[in-house]
């Protein structure tokens, strides 16, 4: 095909494709920049090409990658008027054709990359001969901006969970060995990617499996959790299916009942697996979970439903819990959804000191609970789930504590 298609002068069969295997191939916009700008250039029949990534000042740009000769101004992106022609870019929120103040027109296609609204940088081209761009080109460079946008996003959104497994490092010298493991293979996925849309793919898979990973680093900590936190989530599901409003569909809700005891990370193993009461001291180190756990996800997107669970799960409904005290319906509704269905888990599982209750009389200890301890609302729908899924999912504590 011709300039106007897919292919790029020069490159047979490549263009688009040639440009997106960059990005798809493992590469993000630092270590592929270069072969990506090469590629794009080709698909628009441009001789420079720049891709100038957003700094803190979304309206000033970082030195990026640059391909091809510089014009005689200098090249693009290091010139007097880019910082002009790059805000203008990030204002039209489409393709922004430019050339130089005076003398034949140099055309150049400046055009905005963006995810969710959210200013990745620009990607910008220049031909050494006066050929303006056509409609075509205006569309290959979006396609092209968009998808370096997108590496962009994907590399700072690495960063940030490289940044808040750091700080749980910090907090723990078990949770650097699984960092440093996770890191490696999250790694693997990325090369192992073929296309865009797999690398993207991959990246929500690696989310959840990061999320799963962390709650059973917490699980590994706490010699009475086996299964409880497959448990709880299960029971707590088919609740929040029952109070309906759309609970149950909550972005992260799994996430967030598979996480509530994230902060336990913190907390000395010596005090969470004392066979015997603990002292004053020792409860007030067990109560900073929660706090301990908000702060390894602080800044971390989408995770509002999480940070409530894990924040507020040890709130009762008389106000006499921790760690703020809340009461009734000033409890986040998840979390008084999984101080239910935990206290029906501890119930019905065996433990050293006791046998495990029965159905009917967990839920019985439940009701009598009911408008002090547990949130009435949570109780009566626990009450309403199938009895059978509830012993299904109970029978799971035999198989794996």
């Not at 396609?143 to 946008?149: H, P, R």
């Not at 078990?174 to 293979?185: F, I, M």
């Not at 986040?332 to 206290?343: E, N, S």
Request: glycine share 10%; hydrophobic share 40%; proline share 6%.
């Amino acid at each position: 095909m011709t300039r106007e298609g897919w292919s790029g002068p020069g490159v047979p069969g490549e263009g688009l494709l040639g440009a997106f295997r960059v990005l798809a191939g493992g590469e993000d916009v630092e270590a592929g920049g270069g072969a990506f700008l090469e590629r794009a250039c080709a698909a628009l029949a441009a001789d420079e090409g720049a891709l100038l990534l957003a700094g803190v000042d979304p309206e000033d740009h970082l030195a990026g990658h640059h391909h091809g000769m510089p014009g005689s101004e200098g090249p693009l992106g290091g010139r007097e008027r880019d910082r002009r022609l790059y805000a203008a870019a990030l204002a039209s929120g489409r393709p922004h054709p430019a050339g130089p103040p005076a003398g034949p027109a140099t055309p150049e296609l400046w055009c905005a990359m963006a995810v969710e609204g959210r200013p990745a940088g620009v990607l910008a081209v220049r031909r050494d001969r006066p050929a303006p761009f056509r409609p075509a080109d205006h569309t290959v460079i979006e396609v092209l901006a968009s998808g370096a946008a997108v590496a962009a996003d994907r590399l700072r959104f690495l960063r940030l969970w490289s940044d808040k497994l750091d700080q749980a490092d910090a907090a723990h010298s078990q949770l650097l060995r699984y960092a440093d493991d996770l890191r490696t293979t999250y790694a693997s996925e990325r090369r192992q990617a073929e296309e865009l849309r797999r690398a993207l793919h991959d990246l929500e898979l690696s989310y959840t499996a990061t999320v799963r990973a962390l709650a059973t680093a917490v699980e590994a900590k706490d010699a009475y959790t086996g299964g409880h936190l497959a448990r709880v989530t299960e029971y707590g599901v088919r609740v929040c299916r029952v109070i309906g409003g759309g609970l149950a569909s909550t972005p992260g809700l799994e996430e967030a009942f598979l996480l509530h005891d994230l902060g336990k990370i913190g907390v000395p193993d010596a005090v969470l697996n004392k066979p015997g009461p603990l002292t004053d001291e020792e409860w007030v180190l067990m109560r900073e979970h929660p706090a301990i756990g908000v702060r390894i996800l602080e800044g971390v997107p989408h995770m509002d439903v999480v940070r409530q669970v894990v924040y507020s799960h040890h709130e009762r409904w008389d106000g006499t819990g921790y760690p703020e005290g809340l009461k009734a319906e000033g409890i986040p509704l998840a979390a008084r959804v999984f101080a239910t269905v935990d206290a029906f888990d501890a119930i019905t599982t065996d433990r050293p000191y006791r046998r495990a209750a029965t159905l009917d009389e967990a839920l019985a200890r439940l009701d009598e609970a009911a408008g002090t301890q547990f949130a009435p609302d949570a109780v009566d729908a626990l009450h309403q789930v199938d009895p059978d899924q509830l012993d299904a999912i109970r029978a799971t504590a035999a198989r794996r504590d």
